[in-house]
C-alpha cells in the first residue's frame, strides 16, 4: 500500500486543497472523468462537513493497488461532536444546517463502498472507496 | 561602546568574512537565476546597511528601502534571515578573536550588544518584508472578489452570470447579491447562470444555486442554468439533487436560444436569405 496523504481542514478553503488533492489522485490513478467528478464532490462533502460540523478534522486518502483491483480509498475523520443518529443522517433530505440534506446519503452513492462510524462526543469517521472499473 | 569600536574599526575583514559565507549560501538556497553581479552587489548593499544600521542606532530610511529592493527583486525572506544570523556569528566570532580575555563577563556583554545591533534589524526587515507580502494578498483578494460575480447584459432582457471556479460561502453570498441587483437595474427578463467554469457541484454549491435561482423567479424573472457538463449532470443526479423547478441547458449556446424565444425573439441569418434570393435570380435568368 502507498502511503496515504492527508489534508487538514481547519477553514473553507481547504475543502478546496482536499479537494484538489482527491482528484490528483483519481486522475494519476487512472479513473474517468465522470469519476474523477463523482470522487472530487464527495471530497468535498465531507471535507465541508467536517468544517461544517466538527470544525476541523482530516480528510485522508489511500490508493488501494491489489492483484484483483485498484481504487481509492478516502477517509474523513474529525473529533467533533459526533452523530447520534446514523439512520436519520443517512436519509436523504434530513439537514440540521439549513441545507438540501443529500450530503451523506449523497457520497453514498457517488462512492462504491461506504462505511460511517460515529460516537456522540467522541468523534466521526467515514470511509469511502471507489474502484476503478 | 568597546564592541562596537572594535566592530566598526575591523569592518572590512568582518564585511569579507560575510561576503564570503553568504555567497556559500547561493548555491545551496537560492535560485540560480540570479545573476553574479546582481547578487555580490545586493550583498554589498546589505552589509552596508547593516553596518549603517549599528553605527546609527537604526537608520530606518535605509533599512525601508533596502527590504523594499529584496521584495521588487523577488528574493526570499530567507535571504533576509541567513544574512543576518551569519553577521551575528562572523561579528561574534570575530570579536571573540580580538579580545584577550574571554571570560563568562566577557561572554554576557558580547553577546547582548551583539543581540542590541541585530534584533531591531531583524525585526524591522522581517516586518517591511511580510508587510509587504500581506499587502499583496489583500491587493489580491480584492481583485478577485471583483471577478466573482460578474453580469453581463447581453441585449434588453437578458442577462448572463459566467461563473468560474470555486465557490465559497462569501462567493455564494456575492453572486446571489449581484445577480439581484442586476437584474432589477438591468430590467433583465432571463438571467442565465453559466457554471461551465465550475469544477465541482457539491450540495452547498447547488444549494446556493437553487436559491438564487429562486430568488430571481419571486422579483419575476427566470433563471436558466447552463454550462452543465456531462460529468457534473451525472453528480448532481448521484446526490439526489432536485433541479426540476427550474430550466437547465447544456450549453450557454442553448440557453440563450431558449432566452430569446422566452423574449420573443429568434435569431435570422441574412445571407441565407441572400443567396436565396441570387438563387432565385438565376433561375428566373435560366429560363
Not at chain 2, 547561493?26 to 535560485?31: A, L
Not at chain 2, 542606532?57 to 526570499?76: M, Q, R
Not at chain 2, 424573472?221 to 433541479?243: W, Y
Request: with cysteine; charged share 25%; hydrophobic share 40%.
Amino acid at each position: 500500500m502507498e502511503p496515504q496523504s492527508c489534508v487538514n481542514i481547519h477553514k473553507e478553503w481547504d475543502i478546496v486543497g482536499a479537494r484538489q488533492l482527491g482528484r490528483e489522485m483519481a486522475k494519476n490513478l487512472g479513473f474517468g472523468t465522470v469519476d474523477q467528478a463523482r470522487i472530487a464532490t464527495a471530497v468535498s462533502e465531507l471535507a465541508r462537513n467536517i468544517y461544517l460540523y466538527a470544525e476541523q478534522g482530516q480528510v485522508c486518502f489511500e490508493i488501494i493497488d491489489s492483484i484483483e483491483r485498484r481504487g481509492l480509498c478516502m477517509m474523513a475523520i474529525d473529533s467533533g461532536p459526533g452523530i447520534a443518529d446514523i439512520g436519520q443522517v443517512m436519509q436523504d433530505g434530513f439537514t440540521t444546517s439549513g441545507g438540501l440534506g443529500a450530503g451523506l446519503p449523497g457520497v453514498k452513492r457517488l462512492m462504491d463502498e461506504f462505511d460511517i462510524r460515529s460516537e456522540v462526543g467522541e468523534g466521526t469517521k467515514i470511509i469511502a472507496t471507489k474502484w476503478i472499473r | 561602546m568597546e564592541f562596537k569600536r572594535l566592530l566598526i574599526e575591523n569592518s572590512d575583514s568582518i564585511v569579507q568574512k560575510w561576503m564570503e559565507e553568504i555567497e556559500s549560501l547561493k548555491d545551496s538556497n537560492y535560485t540560480a537565476t540570479i545573476s553574479d553581479e546582481l547578487y555580490e552587489s545586493t550583498n554589498r548593499e546589505f552589509v552596508n546597511v547593516i553596518f549603517t544600521s549599528i553605527r546609527n542606532e537604526g537608520s530606518t530610511k535605509a533599512v525601508e528601502d533596502f527590504s523594499e529592493k529584496i521584495i521588487n527583486l523577488g528574493w526570499p525572506l530567507s535571504y533576509i534571515t541567513d544574512g543576518l544570523q551569519i553577521f551575528r556569528r562572523v561579528s561574534t566570532e570575530y570579536l571573540i578573536t580580538q579580545s584577550e580575555v574571554v571570560d563568562s563577563n566577557f561572554f554576557t556583554e558580547l553577546s547582548s550588544s551583539v543581540n542590541e545591533w541585530v534584533e531591531p534589524l531583524i525585526r524591522e526587515l522581517v516586518n517591511e518584508y511580510s508587510g509587504s507580502w500581506e499587502h499583496i494578498v489583500s491587493l489580491q483578494r480584492v481583485a478577485l472578489q471583483e471577478l466573482s460575480a460578474p453580469l453581463i447584459p447581453v441585449m434588453e432582457g437578458i442577462t448572463i452570470m459566467p461563473l468560474i471556479g470555486t465557490i465559497d460561502t462569501e462567493r455564494a453570498k456575492l453572486i446571489m447579491e449581484n445577480l439581484l441587483e442586476g437584474a432589477i437595474k438591468h430590467n433583465s427578463e432571463v438571467v442565465l447562470i453559466d457554471i461551465t467554469g465550475v469544477p465541482v457541484v457539491d450540495t452547498m454549491v447547488a444549494h446556493h444555486i437553487i436559491q438564487a435561482a429562486e430568488a430571481v423567479r419571486l422579483i419575476g424573472s427566470t433563471c436558466i442554468l447552463v454550462g452543465i457538463r456531462p460529468e457534473i449532470a451525472q453528480t448532481i443526479v448521484n446526490l439526489g439533487i432536485d433541479l426540476s423547478n427550474f430550466p437547465t441547458k447544456s450549453s450557454l449556446k442553448k440557453g440563450f436560444s431558449t432566452a430569446l424565444a422566452i423574449t420573443g425573439r429568434h435569431v435570422t441569418d441574412l445571407n441565407v436569405k441572400e443567396n436565396n434570393i441570387e438563387k432565385m435570380m438565376d433561375s428566373l435568368r435560366g429560363e
